[in-house]
C-alpha cells in the first residue's frame, strides 16, 4: 500500500512545472488525500493550492522549503503548517529570494565568461518572474544543446566547481528553523540522504537541528532510495526525531516521480504527521 500522505511537493512557484492547481489536481487523481505544497523559499503558490485543494475535497497543508547554508553546505529545511501571513517567515524568504536573483545573474555572468551566452536570460524566462533556481539554468542548457538532459547539466555546469556555481549564502539553520516556529510551524530536515554528509557530520547537523527547535527528518523521499530510509530510520529513533514522508516532486519527467506511489514509514517511527493538526487522519 502507498501512503496517502504526501508532505513535500514543488509547484511552478518555484521550480515545478505545474501551476498550483494542476500539482492538487494530479496528486488528487493518484490517490494522495493530504499533500504539502512546499516550494523553495517562496510561500505564493499556497493560497491557489488551498482553494484547488477545497474544490477536489483534498487536504492541504501549507508548507516551504528553505534554502540553507550550514558548514559551507546547502541544506533544505522543510516547514509544515505554517502560517503564510507570519511576517518572520516572509521576511526571511524575501531575503532569500534577493539572494537567489542576484545568484542568478551572476551564474549567468560566469557561464557568459565561458563563451555559453544568454543562459541567464532564457532561465529568467522560464521562471517567468517567479522564483529562479538552478532547475531553470538547467532547462536552459538543456534546450541549447550543453547537455542531453538536466541531471548531466548539475554534473558538468552547476555544481561546486564548476562554471556555474556560485556558492550559496542562504539562511543560517538556526534562523530558517526559527522562522518555522515563529509561523506556528514543524521544521523537517529535508533529504538527509542527498547532501553525502559523512555520518558523523548527518548526526552533527541533526544536533544543531534539534538544538535550534527542528522536530523531524524526512525518512521516505522521492529524492532518497530505500536503503538510505533503512539508514536513516535508527537516527531518528536515536535522535527521538520524527519521520516524515514527501515525495519531493517537481514534474511528470523526473525520473523519481513518486506522486502518490509513496513507500510507508519504517513502523518504529513517530509520523510527523502527528505533530500535525490535520482534518482527516490519512496516515494509510
Ligand atoms: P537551487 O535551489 O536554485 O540551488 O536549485 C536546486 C534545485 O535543483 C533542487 O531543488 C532540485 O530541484 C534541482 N536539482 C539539484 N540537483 C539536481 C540534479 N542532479 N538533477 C536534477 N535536478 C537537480
Ligand atoms: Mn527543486
Ligand atoms: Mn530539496
Ligand atoms: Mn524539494
Given at each position: 500500500?502507498?501512503?496517502?500522505?504526501?508532505?513535500?511537493s514543488h509547484s511552478s512557484a518555484?521550480?515545478g512545472?505545474l501551476s498550483p492547481t494542476e500539482l492538487v489536481t494530479?496528486a488528487h487523481?493518484?490517490?494522495?488525500?493530504?499533500l504539502a505544497l512546499t516550494d523553495?523559499?517562496?510561500l505564493n503558490g499556497l493560497a491557489e493550492a488551498a482553494g484547488a485543494a477545497r474544490l477536489v475535497?483534498m487536504e492541504l497543508v501549507s508548507g516551504?522549503?528553505?534554502?540553507?547554508?550550514?558548514?559551507?553546505?546547502?541544506?533544505?529545511?522543510?516547514?509544515?503548517?505554517?502560517?503564510p501571513?507570519?511576517?518572520?517567515?516572509?521576511?526571511?524568504?524575501?531575503?532569500?529570494?534577493?539572494?537567489?536573483?542576484?545568484?542568478?545573474?551572476?551564474?549567468?555572468?560566469?557561464?557568459?565568461?565561458?563563451?555559453?551566452?544568454?543562459?541567464?536570460?532564457?532561465?529568467?524566462?522560464?521562471?517567468?518572474?517567479?522564483?529562479?533556481?538552478?532547475?531553470?539554468?538547467?532547462?536552459?542548457?538543456?534546450?541549447?544543446?550543453?547537455?542531453?538532459?538536466?541531471?548531466?547539466?548539475?554534473?558538468?555546469?552547476?555544481?561546486?566547481?564548476?562554471?556555474?556555481?556560485?556558492?550559496?549564502?542562504?539562511?543560517?539553520?538556526?534562523?530558517?528553523?526559527?522562522?518555522?516556529?515563529?509561523?506556528?510551524?514543524?521544521?523537517?530536515?529535508?533529504?538527509?540522504?542527498?547532501?553525502?554528509?559523512?555520518?558523523?557530520?548527518?548526526?552533527?547537523?541533526?544536533?544543531?537541528?534539534?538544538?535550534?527547535?527542528?522536530?523531524?527528518?524526512?525518512?521516505?523521499?522521492?529524492?532518497?532510495?530505500?536503503?538510505?530510509?533503512?539508514?536513516?530510520?535508527?537516527?531518528?529513533?536515536?535522535?527521538?526525531?520524527?519521520?516524515?514522508?514527501?515525495?519531493?516532486?517537481?514534474?511528470?519527467?523526473?525520473?523519481?516521480?513518486?506522486?502518490?506511489?509513496?513507500?510507508?514509514?519504517?513502523?518504529?517511527?513517530?509520523?510527523?504527521?502527528?505533530?500535525?493538526?490535520?482534518?482527516?487522519?490519512?496516515?494509510?
Amino acid at each position: 500500500m502507498y501512503l496517502t500522505i504526501d508532505l513535500h511537493s514543488h509547484s511552478s512557484a518555484s521550480d515545478g512545472s505545474l501551476s498550483p492547481t494542476e500539482l492538487v489536481t494530479l496528486a488528487h487523481r493518484l490517490g494522495v488525500r493530504t499533500l504539502a505544497l512546499t516550494d523553495h523559499d517562496e510561500l505564493n503558490g499556497l493560497a491557489e493550492a488551498a482553494g484547488a485543494a477545497r474544490l477536489v475535497g483534498m487536504e492541504l497543508v501549507s508548507g516551504v522549503e528553505i534554502s540553507v547554508s550550514w558548514e559551507r553546505q546547502t541544506i533544505h529545511i522543510v516547514g509544515l503548517g505554517i502560517d503564510p501571513e507570519s511576517e518572520a517567515l516572509q521576511q526571511g524568504l524575501v531575503r532569500l529570494r534577493q539572494f537567489r536573483h542576484w545568484r542568478a545573474e551572476e551564474m549567468g555572468r560566469r557561464l557568459d565568461k565561458q563563451q555559453i551566452g544568454g543562459i541567464y536570460e532564457r532561465a529568467a524566462r522560464l521562471a517567468q518572474g517567479r522564483i529562479i533556481s538552478r532547475t531553470h539554468f538547467a532547462m536552459a542548457l538543456v534546450e541549447r544543446g550543453y547537455a542531453k538532459q538536466v541531471g548531466e547539466v548539475f554534473r558538468h555546469f552547476l555544481r561546486a566547481g564548476k562554471p556555474g556555481h556560485v556558492a550559496g549564502e542562504w539562511a543560517e539553520l538556526s534562523e530558517a528553523v526559527g522562522w518555522i516556529r515563529a509561523a506556528g510551524g514543524v521544521a523537517v530536515v529535508a533529504h538527509p540522504a542527498r547532501y553525502s554528509l559523512s555520518r558523523a557530520k548527518l548526526c552533527r547537523l541533526f544536533e544543531a537541528f534539534i538544538d535550534a527547535g527542528g522536530e523531524a527528518i524526512e525518512v521516505v523521499s522521492g529524492s532518497q532510495s530505500a536503503e538510505d530510509a533503512a539508514r536513516l530510520a535508527p537516527l531518528a529513533l536515536k535522535y527521538r526525531l520524527y519521520a516524515s514522508a514527501g515525495s519531493d516532486f517537481h514534474s511528470e519527467d523526473r525520473p523519481w516521480h513518486l506522486l502518490g506511489r509513496l513507500p510507508p514509514l519504517p513502523n518504529t517511527l513517530q509520523p510527523v504527521w502527528q505533530l500535525l493538526e490535520l482534518d482527516s487522519a490519512s496516515a494509510g
